[in-house]
Every structure is written in C-alpha cells, then in structure tokens.
C-alpha cells in the first residue's frame, strides 16, 4: 500500500486532456513538494514536474502540475500517442524523520 | 552529457550479499546528495536510501535499514550500495539517482537500473 495514492489507470484520446490526481497527508504533500516522474514502457523513470508545478528543460508545456493542501494533480493537454507511460507522484514525508514516498503509478492510455 | 550508469546486480540466493555501484559522470559529483531507488516486477517505485554529499548523513526505508549500506567515493564519482541478508521481496530493479538537492526535492537525474533477483 503506496502513501500517495493514485487511480491506478487513466486514458483520454489524441488532443484530449487528461488529469492524474495524486492523494496524501499533512506530513507529506500538506509539508512538501510534490514532483513527477514519467515511466515509458522498458525504460527508466523521468522527471516531469518537480516542486509542485516546475517543468525541467525539455519537457513541453502540455504537461503541468498543482497542488493543493494534501493533494496534487499532473494534467497533460494536447494527449499524444507517445504519452502513454507510467506517472508517478513523489514527496518527502516528515515523519519517521524523513523518507521518500511515491504513490502506486497511473497508467496512461491513449487510445 | 549527464549519466549515471548502475552495474553490480544478479541473481542471488536468500540471505546472500550483493553490491551495486553507480558511476556519474557530466556533473560535479561532490556537490549532490545521492540516492536508491527499486522497483519490484511489474510494480510502482520504492525509495530505498539517500547519502549526503560528504557522506556525513544517510537515510534508509525501513523495508532495508540494518540490512543495507549506502556510500560513495567522490574521488571516483562512485556511488554504492552494499546489500546484505537479502529476501525474495528485495527483488527489483535498482536505479541511481542523483538527488535530493536539498530534502524535499526531486531525483533530477536517473540510471537505466541494474536488476536484483532473490530466489533459491
């Protein structure tokens, strides 16, 4: 059982927008940032959106992030057939004197 | 260009050791935390440990701590991960991160992930 939880599935069709919620606590996304990794199918995770709702170099403004209180939520507009992928929300949680958590994974489908 | 490229995993029997190393390479090693990651077969991601720059502060999951050591070797832009009385649930691929920068911040940069597989 993840500490952030994510719906496990999520699809939308080509130009279509799409939202991935992301759930937690007070002690994790209520304290800290919230950031997202993007998994394509048999490759290595990738920074999304770190801080809540920064995009790294590279990455197109089809993809943003927000956060409110103990919850966050990545939406992609534009959906284009090479963002089928595995999302992943991320945050540091306070208690037992820090750690990372990640929620469970969303798995996009374009259809 | 920015890389980190893990190496050292495999097959290993219940209660064996085992250990991974990552080389960075494209960035000033010595100036970032660095950190573990897993991923079981067909499930979501696990953070496993962080090291501190200087190697002066490390932090493990509880899944891990006792049985696992993080370290590094800024002189050979090395990270390590030294795993010991492995079970079957440790199975997973293991990636290296570069990250936190700072606590509360993203792993920025990822390895390809070296596979670890517990099984008699």
């Known amino acids: 059982q993840s500490v952030l939880t994510q719906p496990p599935s999520a699809s939308g069709t080509p130009g279509q927008r799409v939202t991935i919620s992301c759930s937690g606590g007070?002690?994790?996304?209520?304290?800290?940032?919230v950031h997202w990794y993007q998994q394509l199918p048999g490759t290595a995770p990738k920074l999304l959106i770190y801080?809540?709702?920064q995009r790294p170099s590279g990455v197109p403004d089809r993809f943003s992030g927000s956060k409110s209180g103990t919850s966050a939520s990545l939406a992609i507009s534009g959906l284009q057939s090479e963002d089928a992928a595995d999302y992943y929300c991320?945050?540091?949680?306070?208690?037992?004197?820090?750690?990372?958590?990640f929620g469970g994974g969303t798995k996009l489908s374009v259809l | 260009q920015v890389q980190l490229v893990e190496s050292g995993g495999g097959l290993v029997t219940p209660g064996g050791s085992l250990r991974l190393s990552c080389a960075a390479s494209?960035?000033?090693?010595?100036?970032?935390?660095m950190s573990w990651i897993r991923q079981a077969p067909g499930k979501g991601l696990e953070w496993v440990s962080y090291i501190s720059s200087s190697s002066s502060y490390t932090k493990y999951a509880d899944s891990v701590r006792g049985r696992f050591t993080i370290s590094r070797d800024n002189a050979k832009n090395s990270l390590f991960l030294q795993m010991n009385s492995l079970r079957a649930e440790d199975t997973a691929v293991y990636y290296c991160?570069?990250?936190?920068?700072?606590?509360?911040?993203?792993?920025?940069?990822w390895g390809q992930g070296t596979m670890v597989t517990v099984s008699s």
């Open positions: 494209g960035f000033t090693f010595s100036d970032h935390y």
């Open positions: 991320a945050a540091w949680d306070d208690s037992l004197n820090g750690r990372g958590v």
């Open positions: 007070t002690s994790n996304i209520g304290s800290n940032a």
């Open positions: 801080n809540n709702d």
């Open positions: 991160a570069r990250g936190p920068y700072t606590y509360g911040d993203a792993f920025d940069i």
